[in-house]
């Protein structure tokens, strides 16, 4: 499956030599819908440090203070590393346990950002996760699913290798973002299985992929447990976002 895997978005690398070749195959080609679009000119990763042991920088005011309003609403608190952002939405993320971040990785790509597990890197994982923000283009989240999924099981399919695509049951995290969910495999290539989620929050939809290299790497606690970090961000974060971390408007 291409880059973000399989699904005409985040697209997976099935079917190429390498991981690496393949995502970049895959922004070329317009395997991802941004890019064959030309709308995804606009993505951006945005740092963000939490305010746990393992941050060096103090999270902004509006960020703690939506933390304590999930306290009293007695939901989880918000936590994330990155966020993806667009001119009207944005969406924090957090990798799930196991996982750590590879901005590296994420900025030569062009994605939001890239989880690799712990003690590997990009090639070496056996499965990777990333989100991606895209302008949508359909009339519901499951019509614009099942364009963005069979977008990307064509490109990726070739007469030796056919790319299925399988619809999964929809999810709905604890902070109430719903996400239509597809199955991606392939019988070889260096990516053979993903799990792609697409939330649908109109003008954009936000694309979240595990992309691994055989069915037996491909978790989907984990693939959960990521999606139940997704959060979606007011303005007022938004905006002390770009502000404190001095990052430019995005295009779109």
Not at 79 to 84: E, I, T
């Amino acid at each position: 499956m291409k880059t973000s895997l399989t699904v005409s978005i985040g697209a997976s690398a099935m079917g190429k030599t390498s991981r690496d070749t393949a995502m970049r195959t895959a922004l070329v080609t317009g395997f991802l819908t941004s890019l064959w679009a030309g709308l995804w000119v606009g993505l951006w990763a945005i740092s963000l440090i939490s305010d746990t042991a393992h941050a060096a920088v103090k999270k902004p005011a509006s960020i703690s203070s939506q933390e304590n309003q999930d306290r009293a609403k007695g939901s989880s608190p918000l936590k994330l590393d990155y966020a993806c952002l667009g001119l009207e939405a944005g969406f924090a993320v957090k990798a799930p346990q196991g996982f750590r971040k590879s901005k590296a990785d994420a900025e030569r790509l062009g994605l939001c950002m890239v989880y690799v597990e712990n003690k590997t890197d990009f090639h070496s994982s056996q499965s990777i996760l990333y989100p991606r923000l895209i302008l949508a283009r359909g009339e519901s989240a499951a019509e614009e699913a099942d364009r963005l999924a069979s977008e990307a099981a064509r490109s990726m399919s070739t007469p030796q290798n056919k790319v299925n695509v399988r619809r999964r049951p929809s999810l709905r995290n604890a902070r109430g973002l719903e996400f239509e969910v597809r199955e991606f495999r392939a019988k070889s290539g260096s990516q053979q299985a993903e799990l792609v989620a697409y939330h649908y929050a109109k003008p954009y939809t936000l694309i979240y992929v595990m992309s691994s290299k055989s069915a037996d790497a491909l978790s989907e606690s984990t693939f959960r447990e990521a999606l139940q970090h997704v959060a979606k961000l007011n303005p007022k974060q938004m905006t002390v976002l770009r502000q404190k971390y001095a990052f430019a408007k995005p295009a779109f």
